[in-house]
């Protein structure tokens, strides 16, 4: 058997270029181990002696054959029919009832990989409109994997990964295997004719796409680009898009904030600026989301989507949210906990936080769920015994707690010397920072000093960045 040695720091950043050129998708220095891994079999199937000759195979001329097998082995694969279900449900609550009669709606699964998100937006299209599905709506599937798209047009799974969908789906919308196919299942005729399926690479220049899609699913793609290539595909997203058209985004995803066009709805589901209305075409507003300003030791959650902002000096802003439910809040508290002599409050993380899972539960959370982002614990104050920073005993309160309650931390910025604006939508757990300078860092500053104070902790002097403390 031909053996292949392990791949060189010099070769990995080779070929770690090539990828980024080829594909947009950025790999960490943690990913070295996964290129050489994922490209070993192809080092042994073409007798290459290391990761360099294959390298330079790669950038001869006539290897495009070669590189869609590097891409189809570096490219991640992994989803599930109604993966992130909400935005299903999105589809067939909101989209389809608002489409005008005689109008084809246009949806594009950008990264379907073995096409269980096509398929399921065709299925959800089939029990909404029925027969005339195929008329109502045209999806467009796209995956830069040429092996996973032979897989997705085949149409054929293994009938255990069909084992959490509803008794109805399985038998309304796939066909079981017998004989020789016994144990697996295949999708039904009448959802595959609604899916056109293409090669396409996202970081090519130019899509051959037609404009004015109504609807684009790109879910947990965007995660394996660095800043710079999401906001270019997002921009190009949105290019592409009707006025009023969606974005669907994965769970950990985010529009970047340089992107004003589109508005957060709920749970990663985005809208078009200029949303028109179904029959006459005119530009309707969209509903006004309400806003809640978290002052220190206020807590708000809400079950409606909602944008919640506080600033931020050395105190700590928690963010939870249940990404099933669409419930999420925000608290915003001082220290981790009151002494035996003071009144406990909501200005302390113990009972903020307690208080805030007990709030989002009250709105439909299930405390099982939830997820977290956390900021703030910036080093602009210092208790005057100098025993410990405030901003130190509150980030390690904060990851020591979410540890101990087993809610998994999807995002923070703790620390640093910066005070923070920070804004958190409640209906999608979208969170956008921004560190404050002058005027704005000294109100957050003086807020969280005069607030210790309130509870009975002495202050010192000190400055952090351009802030004088007082």
């Given at each position: 058997m031909h053996t292949v040695p392990r791949i060189t720091v010099a070769q990995f950043?080779?070929?770690?270029?090539?990828?980024?050129?080829?594909?947009?998708?950025?790999?960490?220095?943690?990913?070295?181990?996964?290129?050489?891994?994922?490209?070993?079999?192809?080092?042994?199937?073409?007798?290459?002696?290391?990761?360099?000759?294959?390298?330079?195979?790669?950038?001869?001329?006539?290897?495009?054959a070669e590189r869609r097998e590097l891409v189809n082995c570096i490219t991640t694969n992994k989803t599930s029919f109604f993966r992130e279900p909400h935005h299903f449900t999105y589809l067939r609550d909101i989209v389809f009832p608002a489409l005008s009669a005689g109008r084809r709606l246009r949806i594009w699964s950008a990264g379907c990989s073995t096409g269980e998100e096509p398929y399921t937006i065709a299925i959800t299209a089939l029990e909404h409109f029925?027969?005339?599905?195929?008329?109502?709506?045209?999806?467009?599937?796209?995956?830069?994997?040429?092996?996973?798209?032979?897989?997705?047009?085949?149409?054929?799974?293994?009938?255990?990964?069909?084992?959490?969908?509803?008794?109805?789906?399985?038998?309304?919308?796939?066909?079981?295997?017998?004989?020789?196919?016994?144990?697996?299942?295949?999708?039904?005729?009448?959802?595959?004719?609604?899916?056109?399926?293409?090669?396409?690479?996202?970081?090519?220049?130019?899509?051959?796409?037609?404009?004015?899609?109504?609807?684009?699913?790109?879910?947990?793609?965007?995660?394996?680009?660095?800043?710079?290539?999401?906001?270019?595909?997002?921009?190009?997203?949105?290019?592409?898009?009707?006025?009023?058209?969606?974005?669907?985004?994965?769970?950990?995803e985010i529009v970047p904030p340089e992107v004003t066009s589109l508005e957060s709805l709920r749970n990663t589901t985005f809208r078009k600026a200029g949303r028109a209305d179904a029959d006459t075409g005119r530009a309707a507003s969209a509903p006004r989301l309400a806003q809640a300003r978290v002052d220190a030791g206020d807590v708000f959650a809400s079950a409606e989507p909602a944008v919640a902002r506080t600033l931020l000096g050395s105190c700590v802003a928690a963010c939870l949210y249940d990404p099933v439910a669409r419930v999420g809040g925000m608290n915003h508290f001082m220290l981790p906990a009151a002494s035996a002599d003071t009144e406990v409050t909501t200005r302390y993380g113990v009972h903020a936080m307690e208080v805030l899972i007990n709030e989002i539960m009250r709105r439909g959370g299930d405390r099982r769920r939830l997820e977290a982002k956390v900021f703030g614990a910036a080093s602009v104050l210092r208790l005057s015994t100098g025993a410990a920073d405030v901003a130190t005993l509150n980030a390690r309160f904060i990851r020591e707690f979410l540890a101990a309650e087993d809610i998994p931390l999807r995002a923070h910025r703790l620390g640093g010397t910066h005070a923070l604006d920070v804004i958190f939508h409640t209906g999608d757990g979208r969170a956008r920072v921004r560190a404050l300078a002058g005027d704005e860092a000294r109100q957050a500053v003086e807020h969280d000093a005069r607030h210790l104070l309130d509870v009975g902790r002495s202050i010192s002097v000190g400055t952090a960045g351009d802030v004088t403390l007082f």
């Open positions: 950043e080779a070929l770690r270029a090539l990828i980024y050129r080829e594909t947009g998708i950025s790999l960490s220095d943690a990913k070295r181990q996964l290129v050489e891994s994922r490209l070993a079999r192809r080092l042994r199937a073409l007798e290459l002696d290391d990761y360099g000759e294959y390298h330079d195979l790669l950038r001869r001329e006539g290897s495009d029925g027969a005339d599905a195929a008329r109502r709506v045209q999806i467009l599937a796209t995956d830069i994997d040429t092996e996973v798209l032979a897989r997705a047009e085949r149409a054929v799974y293994d009938e255990r990964t069909l084992g959490d969908l509803p008794p109805h789906v399985r038998h309304n919308w796939f066909l079981r295997g017998t004989g020789r196919s016994t144990g697996l299942a295949r999708v039904r005729p009448e959802a595959r004719a609604l899916v056109e399926f293409r090669q396409l690479n996202l970081m090519s220049p130019a899509w051959p796409l037609e404009d004015d899609l109504d609807v684009v699913f790109c879910r947990n793609v965007i995660i394996y680009f660095d800043a710079p290539t999401r906001l270019r595909l997002i921009e190009r997203f949105v290019e592409r898009l009707r006025p009023g058209g969606h974005l669907m985004l994965g769970h950990s």
